[in-house]
């Protein structure tokens, strides 16, 4: 494309325009030019320096460019050139070279002309720039900012990965740190809320059981008492039946599941009660009249407890008992002599000393001995031994113990079941093994009441029960004076008497008499004593009529001709 266009199409010079740029919608923009122009300079594009006056390297004097004249007035206004080391002084500039905008004179070769007129309004030049100083310049290179010094956001930093690792290992950290003050100050609270729940507690109890300090004896005494009355207790009786010389022992199991405590609770056979017909009655006698059923009852009427049921205990499975717990360790207080032994003074079959132990043959022995001259009451102790040797040795899962039971095989009582009875006497092997568990005897008077004792220390306190003996006008009292020569007849006979359901007096001793007798006073008491003389072992020849003793209704006299052996 040619830079100018002919507008009269014949070569007419006066018409002729030149493309001196575009305006802003990018439409050429025209210029006409004058019929004189100089004559153009080929375009150089490694002119020389002195041509142009620029010195890269500021080492001389240096000239300016030709000024451009949009204006076309011909007239080239000189600007000091700019020196940017401050060398030298300005110099006047040269003529601008015409604006090309396509270059065409660069490929053509041809240098685009410059319009001589086109323009009146001259092109001011600017003051001289004063010289610059050193110092000056060194102080605005460094104050100034360059672009180079700034780091942007959006610039990628080869560090940046380990400054956000940072910042989550920081902000991780100080999250744990937080976590664990809030987990420490919720474990604090809750060790303040139990610490206080526990001295409520303690104080509440104290105050339950009339121990808190402050309190008056009387009120601690009656907070007492409630307490013992508010306890819970398990009771079962065992009866043991001697299937070889005759007789009983009775005691009661008793589980104390408030205190958890145990105790074997022994009952003497002379213990007044009532049977069934309302008459007074001994609790051998009614053992043996009334069977198990009854005598619960008549002992629940008397000791004022809750009998839960009955455990009949013959020898036999006592022996089988003993056997499968792997025999018993308790301290004997006698030597019990072999009951198969033909001959007197042979070796015992239980030695007396501490922790022997038993097998169940040797257990059954020492469980229904009883000494010559001893009290009832040594025998059952005994027997209260080897029912807590049992229990320690008993097992205290409710499963193993109930398997022990069913193995024995024996007829229970339709109250207490095999699976009741095992899971009872687990409880009971607990705690006889870990120390909980006593022995207490049920203090009896020679009547067969109950003392103020026994309503204190064992029906009170360990049944929670009330003492409660029968009317004893009902019982048929026997007077026993012994004239026999034998001391221990005395005993003999009121046990005998006792079991018998009758009302033991002691008469005391006397001269000896050759044959025993039985009065009586009353007619209507000539029945009572012939059943006296029979459970004595007299013959009914014995029994007349005649002064009985005092507060008697039968009086006894022992002769030589007693023999307690024969006494049925």
Do not use: C
Request: overall charge negative; charged content about 20%; glycine content about 10%.
């Amino acid at each position: 494309m040619n830079d100018r266009y002919d507008a009269g199409y014949g070569g007419d010079q006066d018409n002729q325009y030149e493309l001196v740029g575009y305006d802003e919608y990018g439409r050429p923009v025209y210029q006409q030019v004058a019929p004189q122009q100089a004559p153009q300079q080929p375009y150089d594009p490694y002119a020389q320096q002195q041509d142009y006056g620029y010195d890269p390297y500021a080492t001389g004097p240096q000239q300016q460019p030709p000024a451009y004249d949009p204006y076309g007035t011909g007239r080239q206004p000189y600007a000091p050139s700019y020196d940017p080391y401050g060398a030298g002084t300005a110099q006047p500039a040269a003529p601008a070279a015409p604006y090309d905008p396509y270059g065409h004179s660069a490929r053509s070769g041809q240098q685009p002309r410059v319009a001589e007129q086109t323009a009146h309004v001259p092109q001011q030049a600017g003051p001289a720039e004063p010289e610059r100083d050193d110092t000056e310049d060194s102080a605005r290179a460094e104050r100034d900012y360059r672009t180079e010094q700034f780091a942007f956001v959006e610039q990628p930093d080869g560090d940046s990965e380990d400054v956000i690792d940072w910042l989550n290992f920081t902000e991780n950290r100080t999250e744990r740190r937080e976590e664990a003050k809030r987990r420490a100050r919720s474990r604090l609270v809750a060790l303040v809320v139990v610490l206080a729940l526990v001295a409520v507690g303690g104080v509440g109890y104290l105050w339950y059981a009339g121990k808190l300090p402050g309190l008056s004896d009387s009120g601690a005494k009656k907070g007492t008492a409630t307490a013992a009355g508010a306890q819970n207790r398990d009771v079962i009786v065992v009866h043991l039946h001697d299937t070889a010389k005759g007789g009983t022992s009775t005691a009661l199991l008793v589980d104390n599941t408030t205190t958890k405590q145990g105790t074997t609770v022994l009952l003497p056979n002379s213990l007044s009660l009532t049977d069934d017909t309302g008459n007074a009655t001994t609790l051998a006698k009614s053992v043996e009249d009334d069977g198990s059923s009854g005598t619960r009852d008549a002992l629940d009427t008397v000791l004022g407890t809750n009998i839960e049921g009955t455990w009949r205990l013959d020898t036999p499975y006592l022996q089988n008992l003993v056997d499968l717990v792997g025999n018993i360790d308790i301290d004997t207080n006698a030597d019990v002599p072999d009951p198969s032994a033909k001959k007197k003074g042979s070796t015992p079959l239980v030695h007396r000393g501490k922790d022997q132990t038993l097998s169940g043959r040797m257990a059954v022995a020492y469980a229904t001995y009883r000494a010559s001259g001893e009290a009832e009451n040594a025998q059952l102790e005994r027997f209260g031994q080897v029912m807590q040797g049992v229990l320690r040795k008993m097992s205290s899962d409710p499963t193993g113990a109930t398997t022990t039971v069913q193995t024995l095989a024996q007829i229970l009582d339709p109250s207490l079941t095999e699976k009741d009875l095992g899971a009872f006497l687990a409880k009971l092997a607990d705690l006889a093994k870990e120390g909980d568990y006593k022995t207490a005897l049920l203090p009896v008077q020679n009547d067969g009441t109950l003392s103020a004792q026994a309503s204190a220390s064992v029906v009170k306190d360990v049944l929670g029960g009330t003492a409660k003996s029968p009317d004893q006008g009902s019982a048929v009292r026997v007077s026993v004076q012994n004239a026999s020569g034998v001391k221990d007849n005395t005993e003999k006979t009121r046990v005998t008497l006792v079991n018998g359901g009758f009302t033991f007096i002691d008469g005391g001793t006397s001269a000896t008499a050759a044959t025993s007798k039985v009065v009586y006073s009353d007619a209507a008491d000539k029945d009572n004593a012939t059943e006296v003389a029979k459970t004595l072992g007299l013959p009914p020849s014995s029994v007349t009529k005649g002064q009985a003793g005092a507060n008697a209704d039968v009086s006894v006299v022992l002769g030589k001709d007693y023999k307690p052996s024969s006494a049925s």
